[in-house]
């Protein structure tokens, strides 16, 4: 069974940086896209940034330029950097694992590391 567990999340001030981890376990990491979604309270989860099996990378707008998606295929982990942070980032980040099997998508979640943007 594949688990996923964030870190890296905390107390930052805006302006500041922070670099999100998630670890995969239970199957093999190359073969699944990895993103991060986010869920800032009484808002709706959205996705943040994914990255492929191919390495291709997409960002939702509002943090194009400030956030940065990577994967280690070595070390079965994904990251997050994310610079010039803002009060609005501030959200519980999740971490996804996703393959499609047989024309089926198959999702696995981690159960998120907090993110507070504050001065």
């Known amino acids: 069974q594949v688990q996923l567990v964030e870190s890296g999340g905390g107390l930052v001030q805006p302006g500041g940086s922070l670099r999100l981890s998630c670890a995969f376990s239970?199957?093999?990491?190359?073969?699944?896209?990895m993103s991060w979604y986010r869920q800032a309270p009484g808002k709706q989860r959205e996705l943040v940034a994914a990255i492929t099996t191919r390495y291709s990378t997409n960002y939702v707008d509002s943090v194009k330029g400030r956030f940065t998606i990577s994967r280690d295929n070595a070390k079965n982990t994904v990251y997050l950097q994310m610079n010039s942070l803002k009060p609005e980032d501030t959200a519980v980040y999740y971490c996804?694992?996703?393959?499609?099997?047989?024309?089926?998508?198959?999702?696995?979640w981690g159960n998120g590391t907090l993110v507070t943007v504050s001065s």
């Open positions: 996804n694992a996703r393959r499609v099997d047989a024309g089926y998508a198959i999702n696995y």
């Open positions: 239970g199957s093999i990491f190359s073969i699944y896209g």
